[in-house]
């Protein structure tokens, strides 16, 4: 099992900035990933950035260059840094984990914080 916390979020200006964290708890060993994924009213769950186990990342276009994403391995934390917000950046954001093993992969899903951009 793992248990996955979100920090952070909340009411910005448009060319604002936020951060938002997510630790990962429990069975920490077979992470293979950390993500962010951000669902906007009425539309459907999208990846905003992903971080392999060995530092790889990736990004949703409309986020390159202004989002973030770094992850501290040894307490298991991935921090997404938003800059130049926008107003469609406006979301729930939830932290994703995901992890590996012989028999298995599963996905763990954090419960959401909500980022607004609005002037």
């Known amino acids: 099992q793992v248990q996955v916390a979100e920090s952070g979020g909340g009411l910005v200006q448009p060319g604002g900035s936020l951060r938002l964290s997510c630790a990962a708890s429990?069975?920490?060993?077979?992470?293979?990933?950390m993500a962010w994924y951000r669902q906007a009213p009425g539309k459907q769950r999208e990846l905003v950035a992903r971080?392999?186990?060995?530092?790889?990342?990736n990004y949703d276009d409309s986020v390159k260059g202004r989002f973030t994403i770094s992850r501290d391995i040894i307490r298991n934390v991935a921090t997404l840094q938003m800059n130049t917000l926008k107003p469609e950046d406006t979301a729930v954001y939830y932290c994703?984990?995901?992890?590996?093993?012989?028999?298995?992969?599963?996905?763990?899903w954090g419960q959401g914080t909500q980022v607004t951009v609005s002037s």
């Open positions: 429990g069975t920490t060993l077979y992470i293979y990933s």
């Open positions: 994703n984990v995901e992890t590996r093993r012989i028999e298995a992969t599963q996905q763990w």
């Open positions: 971080i392999f186990k060995g530092g790889v990342t």
